[in-house]
């Protein structure tokens, strides 16, 4: 992986974190975030190789389970974190946090950059 620097911060994620993350990513919003909701949607997701070493399939219609995890360092971008975290707050205001996002929310939150 690529050198950290000043501006990024490495967060170690599971697979649960990383398909928590991409709840976190709006589906709609203006060009400039679109484009660090791609970047980020870059570094998350999961190759056909890691796919088959972890053993991910559909359980069920919307549903992914998988037979080991595999914990991965991913450096993000001072913009990539400040979207996220704007995203964990938006939920919050809501009341829209679940017990299943916490871990992945909490990792986000607590990291500085």
């Known amino acids: 992986m690529a050198k ?16 928590n993350v991409t709840k976190l990513l709006p589906d709609e919003s203006d060009i400039l975030t679109q484009i660090v909701v791609v970047d980020i949607g870059k570094k998350i997701r999961f190759t056909q ?16 389970g998988w037979k080991k995890n595999k914990i991965v360092e991913i450096i ?3 913009p990539e974190i ?11 205001k809501k009341k829209k946090v679940t017990q299943q996002m916490l871990p992945t929310i909490l990792k986000i939150r607590d990291c500085n950059v």
């Open 49 to 64: 190789a890691e796919n088959k070493a972890v053993g991910i399939t559909v359980t069920s219609p919307g549903n992914l």
């Open 76 to 78: 993000f971008t001072k």
């Open 4 to 19: 950290k620097k000043k501006d990024e911060v490495k967060i170690k994620l599971g697979i649960l974190d990383r398909i």
């Open 82 to 92: 400040e979207l996220l975290k704007t995203q964990i707050t938006d939920l919050d």
